[in-house]
């Protein structure tokens, strides 16, 4: 039976907390950027997994509020912080459904998650519900591929890796999520990479908790791709091994 979101993500919880992908990033000090160096009195984390995206706002904003449904993941965030000695709420909900009040903070943010959402026009919507007028909604997630056959490729090793996996996102899918929901589009940049050296599928199977057939399939369709399939999704074999880049996008969108 293939488990829940939520249930798949309480039983990896500690695994993302230690992960080199998911605690350091170039795409988290781009976010920053585009930010711009402004302090914020208060910033959301949706679907924040381990707090790794909210964490690094410590110096920036008053108050840190992160959201997911897995309570496993919560606590995680919630030792990072202790272990900082900084102070954070959390709130275990779905993201479609946040028990917070509308137009509460200053930045309402989601890295590497959105990819898992069930429905993604809603989640969009209730981020930004949550944010103040004038103020930024940005995600930093999986980017899909505009060649359906590299697409098609890509969707099928996310869900062997991991089977709560919905989709990847093209940069023009995610402009059209945030335009319908009123947001305006400031910042949208693709081809990003979370591991600039890349990660071994080894390494990427055991922080996922990736089952050995599924691992195994991942290897045979790697195997099977063609020299310039691998070169345009910069996936680097190297020996027995393949490393993939994480490929992500940035989009940030403005509130009316």
């Known amino acids: ?21 998911h605690a350091h990033s170039p795409t988290i000090l781009r976010l920053h950027e585009l930010l711009a160096p402004k302090r914020l009195d208060s910033i959301c984390d949706v679907a924040c997994g381990p707090g790794h995206l909210a964490l690094s706002f410590s110096d920036r904003a008053a108050r840190i509020v992160g959201v997911d449904a897995a309570p496993a993941m919560l606590h995680e965030f919630q030792k990072l912080a202790m272990d900082r000695g900084l102070t954070i709420e959390t709130i275990q909900a779905n993201v479609e459904n946040i028990p917070l009040p509308a137009n ?3 930045a309402v943010v989601s ?18 519900r949550l944010t103040k007028p004038r103020s930024c909604v940005a995600v930093i997630d999986l980017e899909g591929y505009e060649n359906q056959v590299l ?11 991991d089977a709560s996996h919905v989709r990847s996102y093209t940069a023009a899918q995610w402009r059209e999520f945030f335009t319908t929901t009123g947001l305006a589009v400031e910042a949208l940049e693709s081809g990003h990479t979370e591991l600039p050296g890349g990660l071994a ?5 055991e922080i996922g908790n990736t089952p050995k057939a599924a691992e195994s399939k991942i290897r045979a369709l790697l195997a099977a791709a063609s020299p310039s399939q691998l070169d345009a999704m910069r996936i680097r074999p190297d020996g027995a091994e393949f490393y993939l880049p994480i490929r992500t996008l940035i989009i940030l969108g403005r509130k009316s």
């Open 1 to 21: 039976m293939t488990k829940s979101a939520p249930e798949h993500f309480n039983a990896v919880a500690s695994r993302y907390a230690a992960s080199e992908v």
């Open 104 to 106: 509460s903070f200053a």
């Open 111 to 128: 890295r590497l998650a959105p990819h898992h959402f069930t429905d993604l026009g809603k989640a969009i919507r209730e981020m930004v």
């Open 151 to 161: 697409d098609d490729l890509n969707h099928q090793i996310e869900v062997l890796h």
């Open 201 to 205: 599928i080894k390494r990427w199977c």
